[in-house]
């Protein structure tokens, strides 16, 4: 299928475009309506129920300073990441537009039918946090889009969200109402299904020539810059993203503190492996990205519970190591012997430490007491009541630890037939000579047009790793 392909999607493109966004116009008539804290009626009647006074009681208050670091998350900080490539900046932000603009409609509907689906009046009702969760639903497929970076046209891309926003929402609805696990950060249910399924699609989207586009498959000196500025808005952010659905009080206070502790002990143990890594000792941009964010992932579990401060290093100490280890090594691993192209190491930034994170946190669970949280404490903390109130802390460690198991097979199951779907030659794709290049899918200003071979130095993996 190479160099048939052909790029050209004036017809593919506008058409999904138009048409998802008609049908988000008809099923958000059908379906969608303002909850009681953001219809006018509504609050004015819940006021008098609940006997409130002030509208600073408003949900809205609590929520609106998470939420918009999670936005600036989703929008700046993944799309900023995906700017390292030295000819797919433009791709890399833009098409993260894209897809995260489509898929938190998308996710408002799907979360909507599954967790606030009226069954009287048929229907879904939203407020400042079904925001917050669409927004964490798009981050499961942007995880994956880094995977595919480069190698797929953006009519696959919304495709690759439209299914992993549909995925995501049952395995988060198995995983969080079913087995209910606690999981406010999703190391499980965003980041070990997002990587997983990244990877499974571009495992079955295997290029056996790319090579033939691996001069553009690295960075030049001001990409890697702008990838950096990506990399400090979700280092910064990460506590917001942690907490930002956790319980109000102690439990977002506490998820914050675990979240900010773990972060920095890992930007030190990131920063060592990175320089230990290299014959000269010199530091490598790619790991200090991307691995000195593992520690949020690997805290989206259990930095809602009574992890500790210590504990919460520990788990950043570890993840600085594990991630970084992870980019020098286990990258150029899975592509040499797995066939598994992983542009921008997601494996080692998602799914590994997502996993991670799902098993520390069924630990931290397991290891829960009465004495340590309070009677009261350990029911608000893990939801233990209603038909859950005689879950023991084991039980529910065990539980932790399955719904960790059910987003990989999701991840992994879901990722390989979607990539079956993606192999259809209708959907515009560059071929293998011209992927990891802006041209194909973008009107680029006339400047640039030759990069200056003083500039070019291939990271990511390339040149530098022929022969482990």
């Known amino acids: 299928v190479s160099s048939a392909n052909n790029t050209y999607i004036r017809v593919s493109l506008p058409a999904v475009c138009f048409v998802w966004q008609i049908a988000m116009v008809i099923l958000f008539g059908v379906f969608i309506r303002y909850d009681e804290e953001s219809d006018e009626k509504g609050w004015h009647e819940f006021k008098r129920s609940h006997n409130i006074t002030s509208n600073i009681e408003n949900d809205f208050y609590f929520r609106y300073p998470s939420f918009q670091d999670v936005h600036v998350m989703i929008f700046v900080g993944f799309g900023f990441l995906m700017t390292f490539l030295k000819r797919y900046s433009f791709g890399g932000v833009g098409f993260n537009f ?4 489509f898929g938190l409609q ?7 039918w599954f967790h606030s689906l009226d069954p009287v009046t048929g229907k879904i009702t939203i407020g400042i946090e079904s925001l917050i969760n669409a927004d964490f639903c798009c981050a499961g497929s942007l995880i994956a889009y880094g995977a595919l970076l480069g190698k797929v046209s953006p009519v696959q891309l919304m495709i690759v969200t439209l299914f992993g926003v549909t995925l995501f929402a049952v395995e988060e609805y198995i995983i969080l109402d079913l087995l209910h696990c606690r999981d406010a950060g999703g190391s499980m249910v965003i980041h070990t299904f997002g990587g997983y399924y990244g990877l499974a699609i571009s495992w079955v989207l295997y290029r056996p020539n ?11 000196y001001h990409s890697d810059l702008f990838a950096m500025i990506g990399a400090l808005f979700l280092w910064m952010f990460w506590p917001s993203f942690n907490s930002a659905i956790t319980n109000h009080g102690a439990g977002q206070h506490r998820t914050v503190i675990n979240t900010y502790l773990s972060l920095a002990a890992c930007v030190l143990t990131t920063f060592a492996i990175s320089s230990m890594g290299q014959k000269k000792g010199k530091l490598d941009m790619v790991h200090i990205q991307n691995a000195s964010l593992a520690a949020g992932v690997a805290m989206g579990t259990s930095a809602e519970f009574m992890i500790t401060p210590y504990g919460s290093i520990i788990v950043g100490f570890c993840c600085g190591i594990i991630s970084t280890f992870g980019y020098l090594y286990v990258t150029p691993f899975l592509e040499k012997r797995l066939k598994l192209q992983d542009t921008c190491g997601i494996h080692n930034l998602h799914a590994v430490p997502g996993m991670l994170g799902g098993f520390v946190g ?3 669970a397991a290891a829960a007491t009465e004495e340590v949280y309070g009677k009261e404490g350990l029911v608000e903390t893990f939801g233990l009541s209603g038909k859950f109130e005689n879950r023991s802390m084991s039980t529910q460690g065990a539980y932790q630890a399955a719904g960790t198991c059910v987003a990989i097979a999701f991840g992994l199951v879901g990722g390989v037939c979607v990539g079956f779907i993606l192999r259809f030659p209708l959907w515009g794709d560059p071929a293998d000579d011209f992927c990891f290049d802006d041209e194909a899918y973008w009107e680029l200003p006339e400047d640039e047009e030759t990069i200056p071979p003083v500039l070019e130095y291939n990271n990511h993996m390339i040149n530098k790793h022929q022969d482990t």
């Open 210 to 220: 790319l090579n033939l586009s691996k001069r553009l498959n690295g960075s030049v």
């Open 106 to 112: 998308w996710a408002l509907l799907m979360q909507g």
């Open 362 to 364: 069924a630990i931290v």
């Open 98 to 101: 894209l897809i995260a603009a």
